[in-house]
């Protein structure tokens, strides 16, 4: 039977995984945008009449730059937090389990 602690090692390692695939997410989906434009596309949205009619950028460069910079910071950011906890968690349950066979 799973105790408390062994459950929330499992949880930890869940959310570290949902936070790499959305730090790959973050990574990959520019990439995909532009491959779809230069293939003669709408970039999903983006220029729904193909790079050619879009006068307009939905953001500037910059802007999209700055925003993905940021949001990749944010997700490496909390991913380190989580191994962190995770570890901690993880040295917690392994010391109150060497307590308790000593006793």
Do not use: H
């Not at 434009?37 to 009619?53: N, T, V």
């Not at 490496?76 to 917690?92: A, E, T, Y």
């Amino acid at each position: 039977m799973y105790r408390p602690v062994d459950m929330s090692v499992w949880l930890l390692r869940i959310s570290i995984l949902v936070l790499i695939v959305a730090a790959i997410g973050i990574a990959v989906v520019p990439l995909l945008v532009m491959l779809n434009l230069l293939q003669g596309g709408s970039g999903f949205g983006l220029c729904p009449g193909g790079i050619e009619a879009c006068e307009v950028p939905y953001t500037t460069p910059l802007e999209f730059l700055l925003i993905l910079t940021l949001s990749m910071f944010v997700v490496v950011l909390m991913i380190r937090l989580v191994v962190r906890l995770s570890r901690r968690v993880q040295s917690d349950t392994y010391a109150i389990k060497e307590t308790t066979r000593r006793t």
